[in-house]
């Protein structure tokens, strides 16, 4: 049996903990012991099924209290889990389809295993020829003993941010899981006994289903968690329900601590939530801003949330969720560096006057991590020194299941590929500048779109977390950029006009260089993916 079911399994008997489910309207409370006992169900209906070891399982199911056991289930048949993404009201449905057409045929799937409230898609997703079982009738079938699986088996195949019609997923084994969950439990000083998560991210993003479902059932920890929809109908759930459970640790990107600090100043009354419990508020899965982390702590203090609580952090899927953590209890750190020096020699030097630019540092590895810092030509650069961060570990997965067949993530020496340009501190903390993918290149100066979407971001009638930056071929390998940014008053031409002249004097303010043009689209336009973050890629056409 390898350590990551052996342990999840005995920690299901001797737990006092569970799981928290069904807030606002019916909210319910499994003791992991019955999450055990039912995914023991499950599995018996899956092996009927003809669910076995090393099959793929693909899951479309809304409600954390199904999707626990019947993940179990599947471990217990030694088969992986992928979760599909989830449609949404924005969702094109015809899209959706063929993306996840795409991606069961690319996982090879034995079944796909649904439920409500998905249930409609039951008889679309039939006609692709494979077994479509309901968590319902699962749970019907008579109870089954787990089979042997081993630390090398793939326990999840996550699917990336950007999957799309030719979609990847992330092998994630159950020695991965084991090494990144004691890592994470180390970095953060969990205690068994009296820390209580909650969570609303989605079980499709690798935060929401490994870090904040997989690990907590895996260790019998307490865990209060609601999906991305109860969330967003009512930012003020969250911070309701860390006041009703008394939680201590929490986590989410910095777009929804930025509707939170919203919402907090808009529609809640000071001492009506007390979030003096929050210990641990990790920022991660997109770039953190500190004038929002900032912003966060002054609209939570009234509720008693903590500065120090506030911790940024670096990960992603590759790495099975996480890279590193500030340090606990240390709330943020910023490190502010000369913004011209970090554009044009790509070093960060520290200074406080002038042009500057401030970052948020993202601590250091976590146990079991290396993390280097390499050049265009892979040589390893010295602190401060600005390229591509590089990592390797025992958590970081060997490699992608793709529609053209395995890719390897690592190379020969086992280092990964992060895609993230930034530089490490003299103390060895990350730092992060943007993706390499992203970074327009202009008169020799390295700009990154988090600025410039930043900087629209101030403007009067932009919607938070709506702008997006562009980067445009000027010809003659000239790069230039364009800004697209959201808002309600989008028929409105003189409102439009002012929106337009001001991003573009935002802008030009922060990177001292000027958008060839900036586009304003009305609200649920920008393109993103599943999990909120901005798809720049696919923004092209909003803005030619």
């Known amino acids: 049996m390898s350590q990551f079911t052996e342990t999840m399994y005995a920690n299901a008997h001797r737990s006092t903990k569970g799981i928290n489910t069904g807030e606002p309207h019916a909210p319910v409370r499994h003791s992991w012991e019955e999450v055990h006992q039912r995914a023991r169900r499950i599995a018996g209906g899956l092996a009927a099924a003809g669910v076995g070891p090393g099959d ?17 289930g599947v471990w217990m048949r030694g088969a992986s889990v992928t979760m599909l993404h989830q449609p949404t009201p924005r969702t094109n449905l015809v899209r959706w389809a063929e993306e996840t057409t795409a991606v069961i045929e690319m996982i090879s799937a034995t079944a796909v295993v649904i439920s409500d409230p998905f249930m409609a898609a039951a ?4 006609e692709l020829g494979i077994g479509v079982l309901s968590i319902a009738d699962l749970l019907t079938a008579e109870p089954i003993d787990p089979v042997a699986t081993g630390d090398d088996d793939v326990a999840l195949m996550q699917l990336t941010s950007g999957s799309t019609r030719s979609p990847k997923a992330v092998q994630i084994s159950h020695a991965n899981i084991v090494a990144n969950a004691v890592a994470m439990t180390e970095g953060c000083d969990f205690d068994i006994d009296t820390d209580v998560i909650v969570s ?33 109908s009512d930012i003020l759930l969250w911070p309701r329900l860390i006041d009703k459970y008394r939680g201590t640790m929490t986590a989410a990107p910095n777009f929804a601590y930025n509707l939170l600090a919203r919402r907090l100043r808009r529609q809640a009354t000071p001492g009506e939530f007390d979030l003096s419990s929050l210990r641990w508020a990790l920022s991660g899965a997109e770039q953190v801003d500190p004038d929002d982390v900032a912003d966060l702590c002054a609209a939570g203090a009234p509720f008693g949330l903590k500065p120090e609580a506030v911790i940024p952090a670096y990960g992603m899927a590759e790495t099975t969720v996480a890279v590193s953590f500030s340090e606990c209890g240390g709330g943020m750190v910023v490190d502010e560096v000369d913004a011209d020096l970090l554009a044009v020699l790509h070093r960060a030097v520290p200074a406080t006057k002038g042009h500057t630019r401030r970052l948020v540092t993202l601590g250091r590895p976590l146990a079991g991590l290396e993390l280097r810092v390499v050049d265009e030509y892979g040589s390893v650069l010295t602190p401060r020194g600005v390229g591509v961060i590089e990592v ?11 529609a053209a067949g395995f890719i390897a993530a690592q190379d020969e020496r086992g280092w990964y590929d992060t895609g993230d340009i930034g530089y490490l501190t003299e103390a060895g903390d990350v730092v992060v500048c943007g993706r390499l993918k992203d970074v327009i290149i202009m008169a020799g100066r390295n700009i990154y779109p988090a600025d410039i979407e930043r900087a629209a971001a101030r403007v009067e009638g932009v919607r938070p977390g709506c702008a997006v930056a562009v980067r445009l071929d000027a010809g003659r390998s000239r790069e230039t950029f364009a800004v697209a940014v959201e808002c309600k008053d989008f028929q409105d031409q003189a409102q439009v006009r002012r929106v337009e002249h001001q ?33 720049r890629a696919h923004a092209h056409s909003l803005v030619c």
Do not use: N
Request: aromatic share 8%; charged share 15%; proline share 10%.
């Open 123 to 126: 008889p679309v997703l039939a």
């Open 200 to 232: 609303w991210l989605p079980c499709f993003h690798d935060m929401g289903m490994t870090g904040y479902l997989t690990v907590p059932m895996y260790f019998g920890a307490e865990l209060v968690k609601i999906t991305p929809m109860d969330f967003l």
């Open 392 to 402: 390797r570990g025992a958590s970081v997965t060997t490699g992608y299941v793709t």
């Open 56 to 72: 793929a399982v693909a899951m479309l199911a809304g409600a954390p209290v199904e999707i626990a056991p019947a993940a179990q």
């Open 503 to 535: 991003v573009a004097h935002e802008v030009f303010a922060e990177v001292d260089m000027r958008p060839r043009s900036v586009v304003v689209l009305k609200p649920g336009t920008i393109p993103k993916t599943p999990s909120g973050k901005l798809r």
